[in-house]
């Protein structure tokens, strides 16, 4: 059973940075991608960032381009978003994501974190 977990949210201020990590269990990846993704109430979840977990392959929504980093260290299972000058529209709940082998589309979730930037 595949498992995701987010961890690394928070209350900051606006300029501030986080890393957000996703921890992944129950399942081996081989060509599988993992991205992020984000939710306000009231607004449809929004695409963030993607890699690929046998390459180097990245591609960023381009909201978040130059300011969040999506990466990856496959011995410890596990997906970071680096979140710099971060601004108050980028207060959300953050899910990490993972693609079914078979099909292609991201179909597990994890619990989602919370990150609020405020001064």
């Known amino acids: 059973q595949v498992r995701l977990a987010e961890s690394g949210g928070g209350l900051v201020q606006p300029g501030d940075s986080l890393r957000l990590s996703c921890l992944v269990s129950g399942h081996t990846f081989t060509s599988e991608h993992l991205g992020w993704f984000r939710h306000v109430i009231g607004r449809e979840r929004e695409f963030l960032a993607r890699i690929s977990w046998n390459d180097d392959k990245t591609y960023y929504a381009a909201s978040v381009q130059g300011r969040f980093t999506i990466s990856r260290d496959n011995a410890k299972n596990t997906v970071y978003l680096q979140m710099n000058s971060l601004k108050p529209e980028d207060t959300a709940i953050y899910y990490c994501?993972?693609?079914?082998?078979?099909?292609?589309?991201?179909?597990?979730w994890g619990p989602g974190t919370q990150v609020t930037v405020s001064s």
């Open positions: 994501t993972a693609t079914e082998r078979y099909t292609g589309n991201f179909y597990y």
